[in-house]
């Protein structure tokens, strides 16, 4: 019988947390501290070596945190009450419903069409080359990614069974590796990291950014949709306008020109027919919710309000019904394991653990300008992610930390939290395990472990350095630094 879980790993990480929890305290630290930090670890472990569901995963967590006390304040005189409320408090966090009804708001976009129909339009548009087919594909995917959060639904579920359609179309037939040159290799690469740089350049573009912006707000730095947004603009614009080329170059086609690719998306778009009474209500929808992001603060409307709102008018239009917010698993698999995660590491923050981690790793680097911590602080952050199958994983595990240890530097705070937020899409280049849509993308056998790794470490020095150059550059018009 077929399981989810990986017994061997489960144990693996279970004997490193058991042992984290029984080796002596260090000094300095509180004990309940370090005993979160063992089943923090565990956590931690068991996803990034898939020892079991990330959702069971961030059960065990919640259970281990209530049953063994370390969440009860030290004067408690009931410590299994507190622990247990504050084991359940990451469902209370504002933060993890916004992104809970914004995937309810993204099956919008797939029930009704209107993603596909975005996506058919580009390519009917630039598809007459395979470089401009890459183009309007990512276009259709940065259109996309402000109201989609999931970019596994939005590569997954809109973006990549059109393209793979299209690479079939033009000859490129995974079943026969010999064909893959012809246009799914680089299609399939240019897809995957496009959805990585629009992730990154909203707020709302991949899950792991609220986290982000959850652990900067409780180091006292307000990050909002806008300023995300805003600050992203320029540097993520530059990367999608360059990868495309960069790929082009370092993996080409070897067909340039696409021959029918317009006249499919043509025959498609027919096939859909005239917009649809619920296309146009999911237009008005993704363009309120637009606007109150960008401007809901400054009428006291902040984030979760708007995709509050924005889901109820998809409810009493009718666009979705009760049966699709209940059957929206990733939604509700993700507002569990969000709130373990979140749970956890502002917890180790409020006992001291990460205080402590910072104050260590702080101590390394005292005497060095910021100038120098700065980028060390990103690499390590960003390099990092050669160990962690999931972005959400990382974010959970270091974020706080490095943001920390960069704040007590003297780094710049708004700078550093939101180039460290930045990586949290882009950083997913390195390795074909390395963000959500990943597996849906290398799956489709287009690309080798060999080139994917080969390119995506490309690509990544790429992103650095224009988020380091122009970024920066932008950064100082804006007053980050």
Same mark, same amino acid.
């Given at each position: 019988?077929?399981?989810?879980?990986?017994?061997?790993?489960?144990?693996?990480?279970?004997?490193?947390?058991?042992?984290?929890?029984?080796?002596?305290?260090?000094?300095?630290?509180?004990?309940?501290?370090?005993?979160?930090?063992?089943?923090?670890?565990?956590?931690?472990?068991?996803?990034?070596?898939?020892?079991?569901?990330?959702?069971?995963?961030?059960?065990?967590?919640?259970?281990?945190?209530?049953?063994?006390?370390?969440?009860?304040?030290?004067?408690?005189?009931?410590?299994?009450?507190?622990?247990?409320?504050?084991?359940?408090?990451?469902?209370?966090?504002?933060?993890?419903?916004?992104?809970?009804?914004?995937?309810?708001?993204?099956?919008?976009?797939?029930?009704?069409?209107?993603?596909?129909?975005?996506?058919?339009?580009?390519?009917?548009?630039?598809?007459?080359?395979?470089?401009?087919?890459?183009?309007?594909?990512?276009?259709?995917?940065?259109?996309?990614?402000?109201?989609?959060?999931?970019?596994?639904?939005?590569?997954?579920?809109?973006?990549?069974?059109?393209?793979?359609?299209?690479?079939?179309?033009?000859?490129?037939?995974?079943?026969?590796?010999?064909?893959?040159?012809?246009?799914?290799?680089? #299609?399939?690469?240019?897809?995957?990291?496009?959805?990585?740089?629009?992730?990154?350049?909203?707020?709302?573009?991949?899950?792991?950014?609220?986290?982000?912006?959850?652990?900067?707000?409780?180091?006292?730095?307000?990050?909002?949709?806008?300023?995300?947004?805003?600050?992203?603009?320029?540097?993520?614009?530059?990367?999608?306008?360059?990868?495309?080329?960069?790929?082009?170059?370092?993996?080409?086609?070897?067909?340039?020109?696409?021959?029918?690719?317009?006249?499919?998306?043509? @025959? %498609?778009?027919?096939?859909?027919?005239?917009?649809?009474?619920?296309?146009?209500?999911?237009?008005?929808?993704?363009?309120?919710?637009?606007?109150?992001?960008?401007?809901?603060?400054?009428?006291?409307?902040?984030?979760?309000?708007?995709?509050?709102?924005?889901?109820?008018?998809?409810?009493?239009?009718?666009?979705?019904?009760?049966?699709?917010?209940?059957?929206?698993?990733?939604?509700?698999?993700?507002?569990? =394991?969000?709130?373990?995660?979140?749970?956890?590491?502002?917890? #180790?923050?409020?006992?001291?653990?990460?205080?402590?981690?910072?104050?260590?790793?702080?101590?390394?680097?005292?005497?060095?300008? =910021?100038?120098?911590?700065?980028?060390?602080?990103?690499?390590?952050?960003?390099?990092?992610?050669?160990?962690?199958?999931?972005?959400?994983?990382?974010?959970?595990?270091?974020?706080?930390?490095?943001?920390?240890?960069?704040?007590?530097?003297?780094?710049?705070?708004?700078?550093?939290? #939101?180039?460290?937020?930045?990586?949290?899409?882009?950083?997913?280049?390195?390795?074909?395990?390395?963000?959500?849509?990943?597996?849906?993308?290398?799956?489709?056998?287009?690309?080798?472990?060999? @080139?994917?790794? %080969?390119?995506?470490?490309?690509?990544?020095?790429?992103?650095?350095?224009?988020?380091?150059?122009?970024?920066?550059?932008?950064?100082?018009?804006?007053?980050?630094?």
């Amino acid at each position: 019988m077929k399981t989810e879980l990986n017994y061997k790993m489960l144990a693996l990480s279970s004997a490193v947390g058991i042992i984290l929890w029984f080796i002596p305290v260090p000094e300095g630290l509180k004990e309940n501290a370090w005993h979160l930090f063992g089943i923090f670890v565990f956590v931690i472990m068991g996803i990034i070596t898939k020892a079991a569901p990330m959702g069971t995963m961030a059960m065990l967590g919640i259970a281990l945190s209530a049953f063994s006390t370390v969440l009860a304040p030290e004067d408690s005189v009931n410590p299994a009450k507190d622990s247990i409320v504050n084991a359940l408090s990451g469902f209370g966090n504002s933060i993890i419903w916004l992104i809970g009804m914004a995937f309810f708001i993204a099956r919008g976009f797939i029930k009704t069409g209107l993603g596909a129909r975005i996506a058919y339009f580009f390519v009917q548009k630039f598809g007459r080359s395979t470089l401009g087919l890459a183009y309007g594909l990512n276009l259709a995917d940065l259109l996309l990614a402000p109201a989609v959060p999931s970019n596994t639904a939005r590569s997954g579920g809109i973006i990549y069974p059109i393209m793979k359609s299209v690479a079939m179309s033009l000859g490129s037939d995974a079943a026969k590796p010999e064909t893959n040159k012809k246009a799914g290799t680089f #299609l399939t690469l240019s897809t995957y990291n496009a959805n990585l740089i629009t992730s990154t350049m909203f707020l709302t573009g991949t899950a792991s950014n609220p986290m982000a912006q959850k652990f900067a707000a409780d180091l006292g730095i307000s990050i909002s949709w806008g300023s995300w947004a805003v600050a992203a603009l320029v540097p993520g614009l530059l990367c999608l306008m360059v990868m495309p080329y960069v790929l082009y170059k370092v993996s080409p086609p070897d067909l340039k020109n696409t021959g029918d690719a317009p006249e499919l998306a043509r @025959q %498609k778009l027919r096939e859909m027919g005239k917009m649809k009474p619920e296309e146009w209500i999911m237009i008005v929808a993704f363009l309120i919710l637009l606007f109150l992001w960008i401007f809901g603060e400054t009428v006291h409307i902040d984030a979760t309000t708007t995709a509050l709102l924005g889901l109820c008018f998809l409810l009493l239009t009718r666009v979705l019904t009760w049966e699709d917010v209940k059957s929206e698993k990733g939604a509700w698999d993700t507002v569990v =394991w969000f709130s373990s995660l979140v749970m956890m590491a502002s917890f #180790l923050a409020k006992l001291g653990f990460i205080p402590w981690l910072s104050e260590n790793i702080k101590d390394s680097i005292s005497g060095m300008s =910021w100038y120098y911590a700065f980028p060390i602080i990103i690499l390590i952050y960003y390099y990092l992610h050669y160990m962690f199958a999931s972005a959400t994983a990382h974010v959970a595990a270091l974020y706080y930390a490095m943001l920390s240890v960069g704040v007590a530097v003297g780094v710049p705070p708004d700078m550093l939290a #939101l180039f460290l937020g930045f990586c949290g899409g882009i950083f997913g280049t390195l390795t074909h395990y390395g963000h959500g849509p990943a597996p849906i993308l290398y799956g489709s056998g287009y690309v080798t472990v060999n @080139q994917w790794w %080969k390119d995506g470490f490309l690509l990544s020095m790429v992103y650095l350095f224009i988020f380091f150059i122009i970024g920066g550059a932008w950064w100082k018009v804006l007053g980050l630094w």
